[in-house]
């Protein structure tokens, strides 16, 4: 009897192992690739963990590559910036904090090239989007047993190795935060993963069993992130599908979400007949339009704390140092001194990078990471099919992957969701794999990675 328990356990262990090593891309390290799926994992779900892993991932990136660093051209405007972040934090105003802010970026202009190594085939990159789906069960669960049932921590598990501070009642309170420390940023998160449910749920060729657990996922990440109460995640769940589905739905697809958002916006913009307006709202839940139309907050709003009044001081602020900023965390404090009230960041990326940092560097990290989203549109991501790529449902993943990466990019227009730790490794793996979109695919590699997923 213990005999044939130790083989069961023998056999079950040798069966998981072959399938965490499964399309393992050739140019890339066996114990990077399982550390980086380990990592991506649990990456929503423990910062601590899934650094280890994803550290010990980006060290062993490196190994084994084809290409050198040197002769990839996109690691060079990273090698720019890191260059004057550092001569910017010689002269910075926030002093130590300059230092302790360059944490958020170094390690990750390596990261960008040395997680490539695990993007670089279709198979690869769905099988990390999927790690990253499944490590968001966490949160969803979290969070809607956070407002539905009053769940709320903190939970330690391990010895405190993780400890999950889960806020009473969400964070503002009757926003879903779940695992986060604040709603916009559960958001954020929901909102970026919420491609890749879409992606898996609509996959070809896929078990009842398999679509009945993706259909269950898609629903908690779409109710959590409606949840969350945060504008510009609701923006992103629509934003995502049209990229997801492909250009050849958007002939019914386009006119559809037209006609849906029709009373929404009648609901809330400005200007609107009173009569017509008090129409949409019948039909538009009341949390949706308050919300949108800031009804619900218009008595906690002060001019000081809008959008557009932090845009305008942050602007002044760049031209104070246009060069080298003032660097990393400056923006807070330089905040309360000048309007009396604290605020930690700028709500904008281009904005936030040009206060710490000066205008050379936001204005080569925006180019950068629009200039990949651009390249992947003009080689086809959107329109590349299975069959062109070898892989089975890699194709919408792949669409996925680029939509993914537009919804991120467009949160931080209006917020910096990076700031989180977990948001900001997420960033840079999703940014690596663009990277990895736009390399034409070598059909040798391709096919020695299937023959050895295949043999495994």
């Not at 925006?366 to 449902?393: E, F, K, N, P, Y």
């Not at 794999?433 to 040798?444: D, E, F, K, Q």
Request: include cysteine; hydrophobic fraction near 55%.
């Amino acid at each position: 009897m213990r005999t044939d328990f130790s083989h069961f356990l023998t056999y079950s262990s040798m069966t998981l192992f072959d399938w965490i090593c499964k399309f393992r891309p050739v140019s890339s390290n066996s114990f990077g690739w399982i550390s980086f799926q380990i990592g991506l994992f649990f990456l929503s779900s423990s910062v601590f963990l899934s650094g280890l892993f994803l550290l010990f991932a980006l060290l062993l990136g490196g190994f084994k590559r084809s290409g050198s660093y040197w002769r990839d051209l996109w690691n060079y405007p990273f090698l720019i910036v890191m260059i004057l972040m550092i001569i910017s934090s010689f002269q910075a105003y926030s002093g130590w904090l300059a230092w302790a802010g360059l944490v958020n970026w170094l390690p990750w202009f390596w990261g960008f090239w040395s997680f490539q190594a695990y993007l670089q085939t279709a198979e690869a990159r769905r099988r990390s989007a999927l790690c990253l789906l499944a490590g968001t069960f966490p949160l969803v669960v979290t969070g809607l047993g956070q407002l539905w049932l009053g769940w709320h921590g903190p939970w330690q598990i391990l010895n405190g190795l993780i400890i999950w501070f889960v806020a009473p009642g969400g964070e503002p309170l009757g926003r879903l935060s779940g695992l986060f420390s604040y709603a916009n940023i559960a958001g954020a998160w929901l909102a970026m993963i919420w491609p890749f449910a879409l992606a898996a749920l609509l996959q070809r060729r896929l078990s009842h069993l398999n679509r009945s657990f993706a259909l269950i996922l898609a629903i908690g990440i779409v109710s959590a992130l409606v949840l969350t109460d945060s504008r510009n995640a609701w923006g992103g769940l629509i934003l995502a599908i049209p990229f997801v589905l492909g250009p050849l739905r958007w002939i019914w697809l386009l006119p559809l979400l037209v006609v849906m958002l029709f009373p929404v916006g009648l609901a809330v913009l400005p200007g609107i007949d009173l009569g017509l307006q008090e129409w949409a709202r019948k039909l538009v839940p009341e949390n949706i339009w308050a919300r949108l139309s800031d009804v619900k907050y218009m008595n906690q709003r002060y001019v000081v704390n809008s959008r557009l009044f932090q845009w305008n001081e942050a602007i002044k602020l760049v031209f104070e140092r246009p060069w080298l900023g003032w660097g990393a965390a400056a923006f807070s404090l330089l905040y309360v001194l000048r309007q009396g009230t604290w605020l930690g960041h700028a709500h904008n990326f281009p904005l936030e990078i040009a206060i710490s940092h000066g205008i050379p560097v936001a204005t080569i990290l925006v180019s950068v990471v629009m200039a990949l989203l651009i390249v992947a549109l003009q080689r086809g991501v959107l329109t590349v099919s299975d069959r062109d790529i070898g892989c089975h449902g890699g194709a919408i993943f792949d669409r996925a992957w680029w939509g993914s990466c537009l919804v991120l990019v467009s949160l931080h227009s209006v917020d910096m969701p990076l700031f989180d730790g977990r948001l900001n490794m997420a960033g840079w793996v999703l940014l690596a794999g663009l990277r990895c979109l736009i390399i034409p695919l070598n059909l040798t590699e391709h096919s020695e990675s299937k023959l050895a997923s295949d043999d495994r």
